[in-house]
């Protein structure tokens, strides 16, 4: 259990399935992704790794260039969070159609580089796509590859796993049937429903930002109030990427008109006339989880004041802890925020994964 397992992370974003690896003990050696912005904020934050940027639909190349940055280094494990994209069906055994090529990429590296397990985390629709055909699809090709893989039954909820929001999501984990490997089974949850982590629990000791807009780099004006806002602030002395938005009065008044934990149904009619999809004039419930954060900020709402949550607020029920600065402009912070898998939610499945790990490495000597 004490080994440290390398690993590289495709599709990497900001870094939040690297951050939980990197909490679960793992030794992370590069990060790789096409987007600037979430680069630099990997680099700046995932301390010891290579923040690469690379074309993953150009697997050879890419591939080439990660083999020549990281040296002889051996790969352990690769760990991926591909968007899904254009899925097509073309055959039981066949993921290589043209507009699956996001996958096919983590299928190459996978091949390349033989690492002992992976990691795939993917939206829940993936389980039901095509009936199920495209999940047992990439089944089916890491099986072919040597690989044990399992698949949660159901998309696995982040509350459950102590992240203060419900976003589900599913994952494929496979290990190495040649070294010995068996099938993984996923961590249990260590919460109920009754027991979730709410918005206020999560967020209540950040500044509330009433008469400013914050800054970039702030002080903490109180102390933690609960044992969630502990952890998130365990590494941190000062608040990044608490910044506020500048809404109009009219704005703010609408706002103002959502109870708490309700959404444009709440309004009178003329009333929020602008926004009426499912999502729209939504305000957090501050005894309960947030909704899923997206990439974007102008949706949902605070569960106390008339704004959008900040950066820091949406990172925090994501469960990055707050010396993870976000870097590049305020839409790209909230971009990478939105795109990252729950770094506490990555903790637990890393953790149980180096379980399995271990176990394998002391019965086969691996």
């Known amino acids: ?13 900001a870094g939040g399935l690297s951050q939980g690896f990197v909490q679960a003990g793992y030794d992370l050696l590069a990060g790789v992704d096409f987007d600037d912005a979430a680069l630099r904020t990997y680099a700046h934050n995932i301390k010891g790794a290579k923040a690469l940027k690379e074309d993953l639909f150009n697997e050879e190349k890419s591939i080439k260039d990660i083999e020549s940055e990281l040296g002889n280094k051996e790969i352990d ?10 899925f097509s069906l073309t055959g039981a055994r066949d993921i290589n159609d043209s507009r699956n090529k996001l996958y096919v990429a983590v299928v190459h590296a996978v091949k390349h580089f033989q690492p002992k397990a992976f990691l795939i985390e993917n939206v829940p629709g ?27 039954d159901k998309p696995l909820l ?12 599913m ?24 027991h979730h982590i709410g918005t206020a629990a999560a967020i209540s000791d950040l500044p509330p930002l009433v008469d400013t807009l914050g800054e970039n780099v702030m002080e903490y004006t109180c102390e933690p109030q609960t044992e969630y806002q502990k952890l998130m602030r365990k590494n941190s002395k000062l608040i990044y990427n608490h910044v506020g938005t500048k809404h109009t009065d009219e704005v703010k008044w609408v706002i103002s008109q959502v109870p708490e934990g309700g959404n444009h149904k709440d309004l009178l009619p003329g009333v929020g006339e602008s926004r009426k999809f499912n999502e729209a004039w939504t305000r957090y419930h501050s005894q309960k989880p947030s909704k899923t954060i997206d990439t974007g900020h102008r949706n949902h709402f605070h569960y106390k004041w008339n704004r959008v949550p900040t950066v820091r607020e949406n990172a925090r029920l994501q469960s990055f802890p707050d010396d993870f600065e976000f ?20 903790q637990a499945i890393g953790e149980k994964m180096k379980e399995h790990l271990a176990i394998k490495n002391k019965m086969f000597q691996v």
Do not use: H, W
């Not at 870097?327 to 990555?346: E, M």
């Open 1 to 13: 259990m004490n080994k440290k397992y390398t690993v590289i992370d495709l599709f990497s974003g």
């Open 77 to 86: 494990v690769i760990i991926a969070g591909p968007p899904c994209q254009g």
């Open 126 to 152: 993936m389980a039901t796509l095509y009936k199920g055909l495209v999940k047992q699809q990439i089944i089916n090709t890491f099986e072919d590859l040597g690989y044990a893989v399992s698949v949660t």
């Open 158 to 169: 982040a509350a459950d796993y102590g992240v203060p929001q419900i976003r589900k999501r």
């Open 171 to 194: 994952f494929f984990v496979g290990f190495k049937k040649d070294l010995g490997y068996d099938y993984f089974k996923f961590p249990k949850p260590i919460l109920d429903a009754n």
């Open 327 to 346: 870097l590049g402009t305020k839409t790209q912070q909230n971009r990478q925020v939105g795109n990252a898998v729950p770094p506490l939610l990555a």
